[in-house]
Structures are given as C-alpha cells and as structure tokens.
T-cell receptor, first 114, second 113 residues
Framework: QKEVEQDPGPLSVPEGAIVSLNCTYS??????FMWYRQYSRKGPELLMY????GNKEDGRFTAQVDKSSKYISLFIRDSQPSDSATYLC??????????????FGKGTLLTVNP | NAGVTQTPKFQVLKTGQSMTLQCAQD?????MYWYRQDPGMGLRLIYY???????DKGEVPNGYNVSRLNKREFSLRLESAAPSQTSVYFC????????????FGQGTRLTVV
C-alpha cells in the first residue's frame, strides 16, 4: 500500500461547480498536509497548508483534515476555468530524520469548463 | 528573485550516456529534493538532502546519484541513462522543518532514446 493515495481522475466540471478532491494516507507520522497546484508544463505551487484536524479556508478554497480517518480533502467553491490544473496532496512528518521527506499523491487532473 | 533554478530545461540522451542535472536555490533553504514526475505516477522522491552535507535515498533512487555541492546547489547525476529514466525532473527546496513550504523549479524534461 502506498503511503498516500489520490484518485488521478480526470475530473471535469462546469464553471461554478463545487469541486471535492481527496487523499488518504497510511503513515500515522504525517502531521503536515499540503495541497499543491500544478499548471501544465510548470512546477507545482503551494495552494493550502494545514497542520491540525479541522478546516482551513482561504477564499474559494477549503482544506479539511481528518487525522482519525487519515483522510484529507480540498474543496473549491465557484470553480473557474483558471482552476483547471493538476492538484497534488503532499504530507510530511515532524521534523527530524526521514520526516524531512515530502510525500506526494499522484495528483488529480481537474478541468473546469466555461 | 530567481527561487529554484534548474538546468537544462530539455535534454535528449542516448541509452548509456551520462549527464548531470543542476539545481540551485537562492532562498537560503537547508533542505533540497529531487523528484521525477511520470504520467499517472505523481511526484516520486528520488533523493533528498535535509541539510548541507547530508543526502538520503527516497522512493526511487536506483540509477541516480546526487551531490549537495554547497547550501545552494544540489545536483542529480545519471551515470548510464536508460529509457525508463525518461521523465520530467523537478528540484525543490524548503527551509528547515517539516512544516514549511517547498518551492519547485520549472522542471527538466529528459528523454532517453
């Protein structure tokens, strides 16, 4: 079993839809959870970062972490064509040793149609 | 502010040739990483360097070597390239600590024929 599982999609939605992206993980040592956005032929860029269980909101984006279920989500409200990209979840443990590794999911390709 | 700079951006190699991918960051970050990205596989960690003078294997280290030349530079070497190493390679850097953002370069597209 891979440490981080993410449905690669692709996911296609109409403009204005609510998008839900999810990852599950198996490593209990993961404490920090991130969502990166990657446009075609570009490097990934950090979108959201969370530490504790619960919700974190930033504009149209909400990141949710449920450590008891080892499940994280990213919600996009009022999706726009400019949101079309690959979304990757990433996780790391507490500082020290191998926890410096940043482990990524496979990424989900999202297309928002005008 | 250049951030993370990778060279070259594109490269075609013949099977068995060697090459070094260069990565430099100007953000005074301690940790640096090399990932490869293949369709449907996401980002897979090849090697990382938690701090200057240390390197560790990631998920897919076979066929690669790395050098943390100094705090700024972290190079990835393919000693004898194979078609299976055709991929997009990304270098990333972070400040010390696991709770910090990783910044990525623009990638190197490598094709091995």
């Amino acid at each position: 079993q891979k440490e981080v599982e993410q449905d690669p999609g692709p996911l296609s939605v109409p403009e204005g839809a609510i998008v839900s992206l999810n990852c599950t993980y198996s490593n209990s040592a993961f404490q920090y959870f991130m969502w990166y956005r990657q446009y075609s032929r570009k490097g990934p860029e950090l979108l959201m970062y969370t530490y504790s269980s619960g919700n974190k909101e930033d504009g149209r984006f909400t990141a949710q972490v449920d450590k008891s279920s080892k499940y994280i989500s990213l919600f996009i409200r009022d999706s726009q064509p400019s949101d079309s990209a690959t979304y990757l979840c990433a996780m790391s443990g507490q500082s020290g040793g191998s926890n410096y590794k940043l482990t990524f999911g496979k990424g989900t390709l999202l297309t928002v149609n005008p | 502010n250049a951030g993370v700079t990778q060279t070259p951006k594109f490269q075609v190699l013949k099977t068995g040739q060697s090459m070094t991918l260069q990565c430099a960051q100007d953000m005074n970050h301690n940790s640096m990483y090399w990932y490869r990205q293949d369709p449907g596989m996401g980002l897979r960690l090849i090697y990382y360097s938690a701090s200057e003078g240390t390197t560790d294997k990631g998920e897919v280290p076979n066929g690669y070597n790395v050098s943390r030349l100094n705090k700024r530079e972290f190079s990835l070497r393919l000693e004898s390239a194979a078609p299976s190493q055709t991929s997009v390679y990304f270098c990333a850097s972070r400040r010390t600590g696991s709770n910090t953002e990783a910044f990525f370069g623009q990638g190197t597209r490598l094709t091995v024929v």
